[in-house]
């Protein structure tokens, strides 16, 4: 593990990394019937299970192996996991909570395996497996209810339990990083990473810790509406080695709010945007070469680490991206100087 870390951390300081593309729009591709979902092991579950994308890691493997495969032939250096929704909060939706850690060991196994394969096609390209902790169904800091401001659906000790159960289960299963994922509330954030760090002493091993925010709307904020630089400062005590943002809109819409992490975070920075904006269908429609022609400026003026794709990405995408970046060196790290730096929905930093 030590040494898949350390060559992680080389290959980050040679190149801008290249990260997977969109997980459900290849599940999509293959039309799968409840039945499928259902695979021989949960046949006779007792609800309708279709839909749930990460079970697939253990009722059609294959399936999620090859499409971890696909991004890797195009040139992904880190592939993640199929466990966006693998907690127990989130698997409570098919009744599944007591199978959550099951989903996790079994999607860690499968990109493990996907990406050994890989590592030993191309020695000198070693692939990672992020291990993708996704933001669950619910949000600690927002009331649900419109009528009831200070109701919360779910606690801060609950979020951590949900957590802590899925990073054990993906370090079980050989992930080389930890990826807290599409943070749309930072407190859920908070609780992933206490979780994390939690599960980290408790096993006695320590990995790379990604993460990466979203955006909900075109003032640059997330959901619990802080801006880039304020969410950074917010989670820079979890030390992370990449911090950055995902899904949210297309390349040119999520430039600024990327410039600005870049700007002040001593982490590396991470970016896998939507190939565009949603049509009327909910269909991506921009493609590969779009997409890339958008990225390479980021490469161009040095605003990335790591590079991929979320919604409506596919490998071709991937690939076009990796071509369009390969000619420019990683994101330099900035001297930013030390000082008190907080955070409330703007950050404060101290003159």
Known sequence: MTNRTDAFKKAAEERILIIDGAMGTMIQRHKLSEEDYRGTQYADWNQDIKGNNDLLSITQPQIIKEIHSQYLEAGADIIGTNT???TTISMADYAMESIASDINLA????????????????????????????????TASISPD???????????????????????????????????????DTLNAKAAGFAVLKSFKELGQTLPVMISGTITDLSGRNLSGQTPEAFYYSMNHL??????????????HLRPAIQELATVATSKISAYPNAGLPNEMGEYDETPEEMAGKIEGWAKDGLINMIGGCCGS???????IANAVKPYPPRKIPDVPRKMRLSGLEPFVHA
């Not at 590592?119 to 169904?137: C, H, L, M, Q």
């Not at 596919?314 to 076009?320: Q, S, V």
């Open 314 to 320: 596919t490998p071709d995408h991937i690939r076009a």
């Open 84 to 86: 966006f929704n693998a």
């Open 107 to 138: 999607a860690a196994k499968v990109a493990r395996e996907a990406a050994d394969e890989w590592s030993e096609k191309t020695p000198d390209k070693p692939r990672f497996v992020a291990g993708s902790i996704g933001p669950t169904n619910r």
């Open 239 to 252: 030390k992370p080695y990449a911090i950055g943002l995902n899904c949210s809109f297309g390349a040119d």
């Open 146 to 184: 419109v009528n009831n401001p200070g109701y919360r659906n779910v606690s801060f000790d609950e979020l951590v339990e949900a957590y802590g159960e899925q990073t054990t289960a993906l370090i079980k299963g050989g992930v080389d990083i930890i990826l807290i994922e599409t943070i749309f």
